[in-house]
């Protein structure tokens, strides 16, 4: 592994698939002039609106979404996570929240079916239920073992509050964590920056978490501040609110370094 720049995009996706994919490039393009060689898109970035349109366009954003990761990867010569996309499941009418992990030359590294689904009432008043269009997967998500840009290890959006998940990558050698979310701004302001910054602490691992923000559609308002933690919990970059990105140098000397002044991984006694 050697030093280099990985971005988080931010994005205000939309329930437009070609506007989202335009704004999408545009700030990869972004990101690759600045000389990121590993580039994280948010959860849903193909795609954000109501779930029954979500699931009518299902076929073609699933489509459309993995053709665009491939081509931005093999033009730009980039690893790249697409954050999550809709992927509908065979006789359910429902989708996987997916994320998926390509390589420059268009390959497929990874790919993980987000586990814990968004049911939750938050005290904004907002209801969400997840699980009414996706099914959950039940597979522990991978890590991608790589000489050159460390250890990757893959998670989506509320997985951040289930630290066991974070230990089974941390456990299988994840030296950098990717956390793409679509936050709602009503938890977000209290919580995201603190599970980020446990998680990186936690597992002495990198955290890139590319970001929703902005009103997406409808009453749906998203918290932003994608952000990059190195494995200290110190902010290396933060996109504010605004779609735009985060970049910041992931080193190994760093890893190194943290994990020798605070070796807690190799203290865990349970
Ligand atoms: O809503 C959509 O359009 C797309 N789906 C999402 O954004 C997903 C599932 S509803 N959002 C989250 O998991 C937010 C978690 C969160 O905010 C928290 O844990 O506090």
Known sequence: MKPYLAAAIQLTSVPD?????????????????QGAELVGLPENFSYMGEEKDKLAQGDAIALESEKFLK??????????LGGSFPVPVDNTGKVY???????PNGQELARYYKVHLFDVDVPDGNTYRESSTVVAGTQLPPVHFSEKLGNL?????????FPELYRHLA??????????????????????????????IENTAYVIAPAQTGNNYGRRLTH??????????VILADAGEKPGIAIAEIKPTRLEQVRRQ?????????
Request: charged share 20%.
């Open 171 to 200: 456990d299988k050698g994840a030296d950098i964590i990717f956390i793409p979310a679509a936050f709602t701004a009503f938890t977000g302001k209290d919580h995201w920056q603190v599970l980020l910054q446990a998680r990186a």
């Open 153 to 161: 290890g893959l998670s989506i959006c509320y997985d951040v509050r």
């Open 262 to 270: 605070m070796p807690s991984l190799q203290h865990r006694v349970f």
């Open 17 to 33: 698939l070609q506007k989202n994919l335009a704004q999408a490039e545009e700030l990869i393009e972004l990101a690759v002039r």
């Open 71 to 80: 081509k931005m990867a093999q033009r730009f010569q980039i690893t790249i």
């Open 97 to 103: 929240n997916t994320t998926l992990l390509i390589d």
């Open 224 to 233: 932003g501040h994608a952000v990059i933690i190195d494995p200290w919990g």
